[in-house]
């Protein structure tokens, strides 16, 4: 018998990963799954320099001054743990803090804190967004009021105005603490090409890990002029996003979502992608 074996999974198709610091793991899934990758980094973690604003929120923690905390991130908490330590104030932080209501977004806040002995008052349940968040809060309001309280938000790059102008609705006094930051590349060429590829109609599939990923591939793209057009293309190929989050920032981007995975890990996004974007791309594009 002779001729080419038959292709699984992607089949063929070409995959624009925006992944950074995974970029490696990335583009080893997809060439398994049968995809030819383009793999892009977008964005890079950058620690705050100076933390003088998670240092002087560990000091109003140890002062009483800070009545409810809400963590956003597993990193975030991590970070501001390491900047107490710096100030030699981690153990006085961390007593402190188990004096006061907390509050985490999702899990990873959680793995962070709990093994330090702080006892986490209330999380967020699945699939752990602010709104989520939110109507925790709502749910256990006589456990943890709002109003009138000073209450700390641990941020995590972009700040979330919908999350703080809810909280402010609820009578919180909100203190806002950036503890690191997400910017762009320092090279921006590839991410550039990236943009001229969904532009020119070669990208048949694109992953989303992270909200902070649409955020910069539409900057560049409205920087390039080609905003709209990215938006026109994306409408005809497959995008799968890793979770809720990430989803909602898409949307508010004009941009479609065809499928989140079952769990939101890389792993899964890849292989049940691999299993739907060619039928749907047939639909799409028939």
Do not use: C
């Not at 018998?1 to 997809?30: C, N, Q, W, Y």
């Not at 620690?47 to 991130?73: C, K, Q, S, W």
């Not at 977004?105 to 699939?127: C, D, Q, Y």
């Not at 590829?197 to 002029?225: P, Y």
């Amino acid at each position: 018998m002779t001729g080419e074996a038959p292709k699984t999974g992607f089949d063929g198709l070409h995959v624009l990963s925006l992944e950074s610091r995974r970029g490696a793991e990335m583009t080893k899934l997809i060439t398994n799954a049968g995809g030819v990758p383009t793999v892009v980094p977008s964005m890079r973690e950058v620690p705050l320099e100076d933390n003088h604003e998670a240092l002087e929120f560990v000091r109003e923690v140890i002062a009483g001054r800070i009545e409810i905390v809400i963590f956003l991130t597993g990193v975030g908490a991590q970070t501001v743990i390491r900047v107490a330590e710096s100030a030699n104030q981690r153990d006085t932080y961390l007593e402190a803090l188990k004096k006061i209501p907390v509050v985490a977004r999702g899990p990873k806040p959680v793995s962070v804190l709990r093994p330090l002995g702080v006892p986490i008052t209330l999380t967020a349940p699945e699939p752990n967004t602010w709104r989520e968040l939110v109507q925790a809060l709502d749910a256990n309001a006589s456990s943890v009021p709002l109003g009138g309280k000073s209450v700390a938000v641990q941020e995590y790059g972009a700040s979330n105005e919908e999350l703080l102008a809810e909280l402010k609705k609820r009578g919180a006094i909100v203190r806002r603490v950036p503890v690191y930051d997400w910017q762009l590349p320092e090279d921006l060429g590839p991410l550039r090409n990236a943009v001229q590829q969904i532009v020119d109609g070669k990208v048949d599939v694109v992953f989303f890990t992270t909200s902070v990923q649409v955020r910069h591939l539409m900057r560049i793209a409205d920087e390039m002029g080609k905003a709209n057009e990215v938006r026109r293309e994306l409408g005809n190929a497959f995008v799968a996003s890793i979770g809720p989050m990430t989803s909602e920032e898409l949307r508010q981007n004009g941009l479609p979502v065809d499928m989140e995975p079952s769990h939101p890990k890389m792993g899964f996004l890849v292989s049940e992608a691999a299993a739907k974007a060619g039928k749907a791309l047939r639909q799409k594009r028939s």
